[in-house]
């Protein structure tokens, strides 16, 4: 009899599958990592994690080790610099982090790509067209919401604010809010001018075209006249793929200045209300590693699935078998191979155990199958 696993799997199983014959299709090659790290490499870089709490141990010749929160960290700092060369990388792995709100680490499934070295144009467009399509692999409904630091760091740097009411302004663009923006720099001196720069920016979000056609009104400086010119590119190459249909660009989407640049984006898919992927360029991350190579990629949590169009089984098992001590254990061995030889799943039990939900429930009566009643 043919089986068929697909049945077997669950979401973030089958994710795994699909994604990694994604993956290997452009030519990524998986990268293992292990389970722990050096507790120095979380601890340098925790505003990049974006959370508080690492699980740590003390190994047998006294390192003060971490299990691993984050899988971007392992590989930034175990591949090599090769000038010329762009390595690229897919994983599926474990990462253990604190649950928000909760004093408990959870293990949390993810996949993802990382590309190292020296990225061109290309590369960067491969592994945001690679985003929509992991997309596509998980749900036809989804969302991908494309955004730039160089737009946001940009103008935030024109604003020339202490960096409390720099940070302030970050978060407004994150939060989209508008209002509160425009009263920071009431209070600090900003001309109308710049003001006016990031209120438009702040409301600007939607279709990419869309945002493109309106980018003009919050252009300021050449870091975001840059910005601006690879955005156009990125729409250009989504659109000849066929995938500017579910994809907007977004400025609200801003990660932490001290280690992302270029692209950064965040995907989403029906019936889960957070974003499934992120990922970006972090080119900056690299360079406090003491990396010359240029990077970026992203993550997809695969433990989010789960909630994801999931069937709902009504039987945890097509039959219960039940055996009475006295019973012939041939005899049984026998029913239960016919039983499963028709394919149904078969569980052998003396009593019925109080949470299992059968289709039917039987036992041998003189040699007989019989349904219990």
């Not at 016919?338 to 019925?352: D, I, P, Y």
């Amino acid at each position: 009899m043919k089986k068929d696993y697909a049945n077997l799997l669950k979401n973030s199983e089958r994710a795994v599958y699909d994604l990694r014959a994604l993956y290997e299709s452009y030519g990524y090659q998986l990268y293992r990592t292990g389970k722990f790290e050096d507790y120095e490499l979380y601890a340098r870089n925790k505003s990049f994690i974006g959370y508080g709490g690492i699980l740590t141990f003390t190994d047998p010749v006294g390192r003060l080790m971490a299990l691993k929160p984050d899988v971007t960290l392992s590989i930034a700092k175990n591949s090599a610099d090769e000038k010329g060369v762009v390595q690229k990388y897919y994983y599926d792995d474990e990462v253990y982090r604190l649950i928000p709100g909760s004093p408990d680490f959870r293990e949390i499934m993810q996949t993802g790509i990382e590309c190292i070295g020296d990225l061109s144009d290309y590369d960067v467009c491969e592994v945001i067209t690679l985003a929509a399509r992991s997309l596509e692999e998980l749900g036809a409904d989804y969302i991908l919401d494309i955004s730039h630091m160089g737009m946001v760091k940009g103008l935030i740097e024109l604003l020339a604010l202490p960096e409390e009411a720099s940070d302030a302004i970050l978060s407004c663009i994150r939060n989209k809010n508008a209002h509160e923006s425009a009263a920071i720099c009431k209070s600090n001196g900003v001309s109308a001018v710049l003001a006016d720069a990031l209120t438009a920016m702040i409301e600007t979000y939607g279709p990419m075209d869309e945002v493109i056609s309106r980018m003009d009104r919050f252009i300021v400086g050449a870091q975001m006249q840059e910005a601006a010119a690879e955005l156009k590119m990125i729409r250009d190459i989504l659109v000849a793929e066929g995938l500017d249909g579910r994809i907007r660009f977004d400025f609200s989407v801003a990660g932490h200045m001290g280690y992302y640049d270029g692209v950064i984006f965040q995907g989403f898919v029906e019936g889960i209300t957070s974003s499934v992927l992120s990922g970006g360029r972090y080119d900056h991350l690299m360079k406090r590693m003491g990396r010359a190579s240029g990077a970026i990629g992203f993550s997809v949590s695969l433990s989010k699935l789960e909630a994801l169009g999931q069937e709902t089984r009504e039987n945890d098992v097509d039959i219960l078998f039940l055996c009475d001590p006295s019973d012939d254990v041939a005899a049984v061995s026998q029913a239960v191979s016919e039983l499963r030889g028709a394919g149904k799943s078969v569980v052998v039990q003396n009593t019925r155990p109080s949470a299992l939900r059968a289709g039917r429930t039987v036992r041998l009566v003189d040699g007989e199958v019989c349904d219990e009643t």
